[in-house]
């Protein structure tokens, strides 16, 4: 019984409609990113001086790998809402919320405005899960049974609505 405790707080804190809400968000962000580097940022590219081009580029696999991370992450984090993976095994190292570079600031300030939104934008939601992902290792995390329930009944209620 002490084991279900002391997996719980951390499932408890990061629910269903969290994960949710993060992974569309982050999936808009994908086809932002993708619309704006395949058509738009590629004008805008053109116009930039060599150098300036070369960043553009670096900051666009950024982009590309920040949402890379969080995508996979919240999947995990799906997955171990609805059993796919236990608790303990999700929170192993090489689930946990990957890597990413941060951006220059010299070399995002030449770019133009639409990159450096999506720039900003993606930084700021990849710091968002980064501080979830940080928050499931809190050593002091406090075990509350009362929040434990209340976790497994929000699990249960969202996730097993068709059945």
């Avoid at 996979?72 to 997955?79: E, G, K």
Wanted: charge should be negative; charged fraction near 35%; proline fraction near 5%.
């Amino acid at each position: 019984m002490d084991d279900e405790f002391e997996t719980t707080p951390t499932e408890s804190r990061i629910t269903p409609r969290l994960v949710d809400a993060l992974y569309t968000e982050a999936l808009l962000l994908a086809d932002e990113a993708r619309a704006y580097f395949d058509d738009a940022g590629r004008d805008e590219q053109k116009q930039l001086e060599p150098f300036i081009r070369v960043g553009f580029a670096c900051e666009s696999l950024k982009v590309t790998t920040r949402i890379m991370h969080i995508v996979a992450w919240l999947l995990t984090q799906r997955a171990i809402e609805t059993g796919e993976i236990y608790g303990a095994e999700g929170r192993r190292p090489e689930r946990r919320l990957g890597h990413a570079n941060d951006s220059d600031p010299e070399v995002v300030a030449q770019l133009p405005e639409a990159a450096r939104k999506l720039i900003a934008s993606t930084t700021e939601l990849y710091s968002r899960v980064k501080r979830l992902d940080e928050g499931q290792l809190a050593e002091d995390a406090p075990h509350s049974p009362a929040r434990a329930l209340m976790g497994r009944l929000e699990r249960d209620l969202i996730w097993n609505r068709d059945a």
